[in-house]
């Protein structure tokens, strides 16, 4: 190997201070400024020092152990560590053209210099992170169009710059990182920013001001953002945020997602109510309702603040559309015998905020929510029409994605949820629907690779997980499923060794073994799900339809009974992706797979809205010509 004898670990003041060249960049590892045709950024400093240990070495390959001790200090540093520098550096290729960063297996990396290409636009971070930082003191428009989360434009922010309470480098770097992230992620959540000097603040016309204070604890960097508004100098919005002083160097951008995500969705919303302006506290129970249903996952107590928030704020878009859709994502966890009352009172939200802003198409979604999922035809008819009103609307791609995905049409799923996740390309959610469609899809270096970024973003979001998960298992993909599994994380979704099991089995097709670990009691849904699929491969096709009886009891309703009261004993519905995904061949090549279909409304929507993908194309599968005759 080309290795330097001995391994000397470079300090930022002993790296070379004259600016080089790599690919279409000129780089200054003075400033750390680096210039390229479609614009300029301010690289990090172990990015940097990464980026001169490749480029110093071009064309050879460099050693993990070597860039450990080159740029760490010979430190012990984490897989994950090296991976998100490689990541970043990655990333900066492809901003500024002529080189790449090649992974040679089993060994390390090496940068090599490609032929000119077409460049990517310049990101909003680098223009905001080159003006911001080189002591300009204007503000700084960032020329980002509004209009993608709705009807109205959403209110401008300003964004001002972070304080932090000590001369402690971390902090400051935080406090100088988080303005720059959070200008970037917003502006491409369509949200209109400025990012602004204390000084120029005074004399911008912005509704919102945004600003931050940064500290370093013993442990861990703690930041809380909040935004004021303007005119009343009310606080509208406050976050707090804390990181491992390990995890410094993301911090500012996890911050920036988390912003993004709260606010992206509501900014359009807030203009909706212009003519019934909200009082501040009320908006801010709204955020506060986001907030908990985005990051922390408790719907329960986002519909309760909702709830009383709706009462107080009749004649709001926002409050009532807010009602509307926290119930339907709780209505699982509000006690049977009120469910019917707290459905009615949401659909009445619903149908408020439709009749108060119906040009905005978020508002069709809750007609959706709170309704059977047998309905899929009339509700895929009301999304396009949602989608024809308002091209620009956020949410509704990514509903008609799922719907689309759980009725086999995984192609047309895979490009609205790419559509929703250009809208807000920070939300936990989609990211997490789009990592699940790359799997399905059998892209799974592109689920990989933004996995990664994904958790870089939301360390601690473990539906980024579990989303991956199902998405292999849909895929039939069941080898990545155990190379994946960390048996302590994935403990609350699955059973380990009973998974283990199962794939072993799968492999060697030991029928014997895989119906032994099928048969424990108790077993949870993503692994009984992978019984089905798997005993369906292994030829025992009476035990997987009999898990698939428990899996997918009939959503459809005789004849005469009542729809709701169904529906609202299983509100959570059952997603029947894994039927129609490619995992689920071999039970779609049983007759009985037409009666389960039947059972969920599937038929009714293939026989209105067009078949399954199973049943597209040039070789449609056996199934379909049974599916065609029902």
Same mark, same amino acid.
């Given at each position: 190997m080309n290795r330097p004898a001995p391994w000397r670990s470079m300090s930022m003041a002993e790296l070379d201070r004259r600016p080089f060249k790599v690919g279409g960049a000129i780089v200054d590892p003075v400033s750390r400024d680096a210039t390229f045709a479609s614009g300029s950024e301010r690289l990090q400093p172990q990015t940097l020092k990464v980026l001169m240990t490749l480029a110093g070495r071009q064309g050879a390959v460099v050693t993990r152990d070597e860039l450990v001790h080159l740029c760490w200090d010979g430190r012990i540093v984490g897989e994950d560590v090296i991976n998100r520098s490689i990541s970043l550096l990655r990333h900066f290729a492809e901003r500024a053209g002529g080189f790449t960063i090649e992974t040679v297996p089993r060994t390390g990396y090496r940068l090599v210099e490609t032929a000119a290409r077409a460049l990517r636009r310049r990101t909003l971070a680098a223009a905001a992170g080159a003006l911001a930082l080189t002591g300009i003191g204007a503000a700084i428009w960032l020329n980002q169009p509004a209009g993608k989360q709705g009807a109205p434009p959403a209110p401008t922010i300003t964004v001002l710059p972070f304080t932090a309470d000590s001369d402690d480098p971390v902090a400051k770097q935080v406090a100088q990182a988080a303005p720059v992230s959070l200008s970037h992620m917003l502006s491409e959540s369509g949200v209109p920013i400025v990012l602004a000097t204390s000084a120029s603040a005074r004399n911008l016309s912005s509704a919102y001001v945004l600003s931050g204070h940064v500290r370093r604890t013993a442990t861990s960097v703690e930041a809380t953002v909040h935004m004021d508004e303007r005119r009343g100098g009310r606080m509208a919005f406050s976050h707090d945020f804390s990181a491992p002083l390990n995890r410094s160097w993301d911090f500012p951008d996890q911050i920036g997602a988390a912003v993004a995500a709260d606010l992206a969705w509501t900014g359009a919303e807030m203009?909706?109510?212009?003519?019934?302006?909200?009082?501040?506290?009320?908006?801010?129970?709204?955020?506060?309702?986001?907030?908990?249903?985005?990051?922390?996952?408790?719907?329960?107590?986002?519909?309760?603040?909702?709830?009383?928030?709706?009462?107080?704020?009749?004649?709001?878009?926002?409050?009532?559309?807010?009602?509307?859709?926290?119930?339907?994502?709780?209505?699982?966890?509000?006690?049977?015998?009120?469910?019917?009352?707290?459905?009615? @009172?949401? !659909?009445?939200?619903?149908?408020?905020? $439709? /009749?108060?802003?119906?040009?905005?198409? *978020?508002? %069709?979604? =809750? +007609?959706?929510?709170?309704?059977?999922?047998?309905?899929?035809?009339?509700?895929?008819?009301?999304?396009?029409?949602a989608m024809r009103i308002d091209p620009?609307?956020?949410?509704?791609?990514?509903?008609?994605?799922?719907?689309?995905?759980? @009725?086999? !049409?995984?192609?047309?799923?895979?490009? $609205? /949820?790419?559509?929703?996740?250009?809208? *807000?390309? %920070?939300? =936990? +959610?989609?990211?997490?629907?789009?990592?699940?469609?790359?799997?399905?899809?059998?892209?799974?270096?592109?689920?990989?690779?933004?996995?990664?970024?994904?958790?870089?973003?939301?360390?601690?979001?473990?539906?980024?997980?579990?989303?991956?998960?199902?998405?292999?298992?849909?895929?039939?993909?069941? /080898?990545?499923?155990?190379?994946?599994? *960390?048996?302590?994380?994935? +403990?609350?979704m699955l059973d380990p060794s009973a998974v283990k099991a199962l794939i072993a089995a799968q492999r060697t097709r030991d029928l014997p073994r895989a119906r032994r670990a099928c048969g424990a009691s108790g077993l949870k849904h993503f692994t009984l799900s992978l019984c089905m699929t798997m005993l369906a491969d292994l030829g025992d096709r009476d035990r997987a339809f009999a898990i698939a009886g428990s899996l997918y009891p009939a959503s459809l309703a005789p004849p005469g009974a009542d729809e709701d009261q169904l529906w609202l004993k299983h509100p959570g519905g059952y997603a029947t992706a894994l039927l129609n995904a490619p995992a689920g061949k071999s039970m779609r090549a049983d007759p009985r797979f037409v009666a389960l279909a039947r059972k969920q409304g599937l038929l009714a929507y293939w026989l209105k809205e067009g078949p399954p993908d199973f049943c597209r194309g040039a070789q449609p599968e056996p199934v379909c010509a049974e599916l065609s005759r029902r």
């Open positions: 203009a909706l109510d212009e003519g019934h302006p909200l009082d501040p506290q009320i908006a801010s129970e709204l955020m506060k309702s986001i907030t908990l249903t985005i990051e922390q996952h408790e719907s329960l107590r986002a519909y309760q603040i909702s709830r009383r928030v709706s009462a107080l704020a009749p004649n709001s878009a926002i409050a009532q559309l807010s009602l509307a859709v926290t119930t339907g994502f709780t209505v699982a966890s509000i006690p049977e015998h009120d469910r019917a009352e707290a459905v009615a @009172a949401a !659909r009445r939200a619903g149908d408020r905020a $439709l /009749a108060l802003a119906p040009e905005f198409g *978020d508002v %069709y979604i =809750p +007609a959706c929510l709170l309704r059977s999922p047998v309905r899929m035809a009339e509700c895929d008819a009301r999304l396009r029409k620009s609307t956020s949410f509704v791609p990514g509903y008609l994605s799922a719907l689309l995905y759980n @009725a086999g !049409r995984i192609d047309e799923a895979a490009q $609205l /949820a790419q559509v929703s996740l250009a809208n *807000d390309p %920070y939300k =936990p +959610a989609k990211l997490a629907r789009m990592i699940r469609m790359f799997e399905v899809t059998g892209r799974s270096d592109e689920a990989e690779r933004l996995f990664q970024e994904a958790t870089r973003l939301w360390p601690d979001m473990p539906r980024l997980r579990s989303s991956r998960l199902l998405g292999m298992a849909e895929r039939g993909n069941y /080898a990545a499923i155990g190379r994946f599994v *960390d048996p302590q994380t994935e +403990a609350a």
